[in-house]
């Protein structure tokens, strides 16, 4: 099959039979509710720059068999494609200024990947073939995965096993002849409500004990027992309200869900990982790896359009030659381009796994990902101080459209003369949806926690960082001999 259309995607979820709840009801059409619509054009934006010629070399991979597939479907060969991964992953967020949520599954397919090679390696399962026919079929038909990590964990003190409610880490309840049955959830799922199918991977390393929880396997949308109640973002209901303008970003978003598995029907060829429990771990850090990386390139091109933003509200402001402003934004750029840094070079130095797939640099990558959990804060908040207090208080554009109401507005809240109040307005709302609206749940707060908190990046830092060896190369040039 041909590399699907934007088109074509979203008329491909419309044909999903999914079980979605937002504010206590069933949604019963997904793809055209205003609230859910902009997260699935971000997803969409992946196909169709996957359709142009200047774009392709980005966004498609030719595989050794000939078959040209999206690059979100794609195991990373070389360093070459842990680069490339990373610039795409920039243009989609200058695209969209908005989570385009397929690099979970994209980082999921390469974990499972190598992980599933070394289990079957040790255990003598046939889990590495299960996940390269689940690959296969989700690069021919062209489709989007969601990866699934994150437990809701309960009581953070105890093991799985452990827990008052033993569901609070995603579990197989049941072994059959031909599949198992898992019930439980996962929290905080970006793009579940846009995929066609889901990767679900175990969220910690686990010891003997809870083996019921080291399981790995995927499923469509449509599976039955698998519904999700979608989250609340700041300023939601606005999309609600008819206004483009309030909006801030009225055409891309991003949507996450509480995805719950209530014994749902996994066969065994769509096992992954079973009870295996000494490689839950591998596959956790793995993705979590390739996940940190992701974030060297995502938040690098929201961050573009965020800077970009503050630069205009500078301009409409008549500020722009205001030397603090020049130097806040060199700032703004400084850390941006920092965190691009950060993810190139953890792709550049990239190492061969023993399946054949290559695996980003993990120290660099986990210091990719610290960098991220504070430098967007500090970009946000550079750009709110350049755009200033009217971003978070000009009234409505109902107020704005209104007869009485709006020739105030327009007269008041004008900046410079030779660009429209209503165009300033504009620039001032994209900035308050990226720094405080639905847009900063991918912006601001994932920066923190996505792929994990900034205490998991610590902890693989002191693990990755070679101390040791540290400690020779200082002693070797001071002459200490012991």
Known sequence: MALMTGEEYIESIRKINMEVYMFGEKIENPVDDPILRPSLNSVRMTYDLAQMPEYEDLMTVTLEDGRKINRF??????????????????????????????????????????????????????????????????????????GAMTDPKGDRSLAPHAQADPDMYLRVVERRPDGI??????????????????????????REEDKDYAVAFSVPLDAPGLFMII??????????????????????????????????????????????????????????????????????????VLIGAAAVAADYNGAAKASHVKDKLIEMTHLNETLYACGIACSAEGNQTESGNYMIDLLLANVCKQNVTRFPYEIVRLAEDIAGGIMVTAPSEKDFRDPKLGKYVEKYLKGIDSVSTENRLRILRL????????????????????????????????????????????????????
């Not at 974030?295 to 929201?302: A, F, I, N």
């Open 73 to 146: 479907t794609n195991i990373h060969r070389n360093t070459d494609d842990l680069i490339k991964k990373v610039k795409m992953q920039r243009l989609l967020g200058q695209k969209t200024a908005a989570c385009f949520q397929r690099c979970v599954g994209m980082d999921a397919f390469n974990a499972v990947y190598s992980t599933t090679f070394e289990t079957d390696k040790a255990c003598g399962t046939n889990y590495h073939e299960n996940f390269l026919n689940f690959m296969k079929y989700c690069q021919d038909n062209d489709l989007t995965i969601d």
């Open 181 to 206: 049955v898992v019930r439980g959830a996962k929290a905080h799922q970006t793009g579940m409500l846009n995929s066609h199918e889901v990767i679900v991977m175990p969220t910690i390393a686990m």
């Open 231 to 304: 989250g609340r973002q700041s300023c939601d209901t606005r999309k609600l309200e008819g206004s483009e303008l309030d909006v801030g970003n009225a055409e891309f978003g991003g949507v996450e869900a509480l995805t719950i598995f209530e014994d749902v029907f996994v066969p065994n060829d769509r096992i992954f990982l079973n009870g295996e429990v000494e490689f839950a771990g591998m596959m956790v850090e793995r993705f979590a790896g390739y996940h940190r990386q992701s974030y060297g390139g995502c938040k690098v091109g929201v961050g573009d």
């Open 431 to 482: 900035i308050e949806n990226l720094a405080l609206g639905t847009a900063a749940v991918g912006y601001r707060t994932e920066s923190m926690h996505g792929a994990g908190s900034p205490q998991a990046q610590r902890i693989m830092i002191a693990r990755q960082g070679n101390l040791a060896m540290k400690k020779e190369l200082a002693k070797t040039i001071a002459h200490i001999k012991e």
